[in-house]
């Protein structure tokens, strides 16, 4: 999935040999990536992308079941988080561009071009420069994004995009990664673990200590020794998003990877890093998307108003602030 993973689980003796969990925790986010990248071309995420407009389309019925719980919180946010941003994503050059293809080592002739893949790639990055898409390029790319014009219909387990739609599961599905890599641990019969992908965390029950598992969120504030905030979520996930790790920056601007769907441009707003707890890490993932087109004013409302654990940290004059809603404040650890 483009990023990192670790795992730490307490094993109990001559049980849970370390090959083992390692084998099946990897093949647990292997399907997940398999299926669900935009950066795949064959994935069965690609391929629905790729099927003709208008006609239902066969899935596996958990690709369904994580669109339909995209869609809830699509509705939640009035469209602030929408799926279907895809074309965006790429037009802003965040995407599977074909430098990322590269990356994989293919390039469009299908030739592995890892042999001189840093050249190419260099040559790749030097096309995809951070730039900014004229309005009639955003406005194309626009026509074609609105998750209202994507059907589920988990009966049939199918999908129909009803205009030219990319959809693109990024914000959602690396957190439904660590939730099969948990489910994983738990049909080994492991009780005690700790789950993280690429920011995405989820634990489960306590360290061999018996202590609950304590998590440092590594906001752009950089608080003392580094740690922006310790959370115990306690068997829950807890999601980061961000605007400062993955952005390009044009005239001293910055253009991050969270795209408003209803205007076409990256999310300038103040906010910098959202951590949301919740109960699967895809839903916490995905809010913690959502939560990044909302802003803290607009997002704090809704989280206090719906029970969403959330922490909220934004640029002010002399560094960051940060709030945070009453559903994120029991996991908060007193700092020393
Ligand atoms: P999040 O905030 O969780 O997600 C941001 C991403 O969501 C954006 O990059 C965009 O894709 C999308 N998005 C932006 N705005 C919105 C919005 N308003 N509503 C909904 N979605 C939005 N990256 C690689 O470089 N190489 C890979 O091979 C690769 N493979 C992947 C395979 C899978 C299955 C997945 C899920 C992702 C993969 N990625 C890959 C992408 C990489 O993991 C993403 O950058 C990452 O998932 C984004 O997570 P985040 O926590 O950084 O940001």
């Known amino acids: 999935m483009g990023t990192t993973y670790n795992v730490s689980y307490v094993a109990t003796l001559f049980r849970h040999p370390v090959k083992e969990v390692s084998r099946v925790v990897h093949d647990a986010l292997a399907d997940v990536d398999q299926r669900m990248s935009t950066y795949k071309p064959e994935s069965e995420l690609m391929q629905f992308n790729r099927a003709p407009v208008g006609e239902p389309f066969t899935l596996s019925s958990d690709l369904v079941q994580l669109v339909q719980d995209a869609q809830v919180i699509s509705d939640l946010s009035g469209g602030a988080y929408d799926i279907t941003v895809g074309p965006l994503v790429n037009l802003w050059g965040f995407g599977p561009t074909q430098g990322a293809a590269v990356r994989e080592g293919h390039d469009d002739t299908g030739s592995h071009l890892l042999a001189n893949a840093p050249e190419f790639v260099k040559w790749i990055e030097s096309q995809y420069p951070g730039h900014i898409p004229d309005e009639s390029a955003i406005q194309e790319a626009l026509d074609n994004v609105g998750y209202q014009s994507l059907k589920a219909d988990p009966e ?28 994983a641990l738990r049909a080994q019969g492991i009780d005690n673990f700790m789950v993280e992908v690429g920011g995405e965390v989820l634990v489960q029950g306590v360290k061999p200590n018996g202590n609950p598992w304590r998590l440092a969120v590594i906001g752009p504030e950089m608080g003392k020794n580094g740690v922006s905030a310790l959370v115990e979520p306690l068997d829950k996930a807890l ?5 400062y790790l993955n952005f390009f920056e044009v005239d001293g601007k910055r253009y991050s990877h969270t795209i408003n769907p209803l205007t076409g441009w990256p999310e300038a707003k103040r906010v910098a890093e959202v951590a949301v707890i919740a109960d699967t890490s895809a839903r916490a993932d995905a809010l913690a998307t959502m939560f990044m087109v909302l802003g803290d004013e607009k997002g704090l409302e809704l989280a206090n108003r719906l029970g969403i654990a959330a922490r909220f940290a934004y640029y002010a004059d002399d560094g960051f602030e940060t709030i945070t809603s009453e559903a994120f404040k029991p996991y908060l650890v007193k700092q020393p």
């Open 156 to 183: 049939g387990s199918t999908l129909t995009r009803e205009k030219a739609l990319f959809v693109d599961l990024s914000s959602i599905a690396k957190g439904y990664g660590v939730d099969q890599a948990a489910a």
């Open 239 to 243: 999601a980061t998003s961000g605007d």
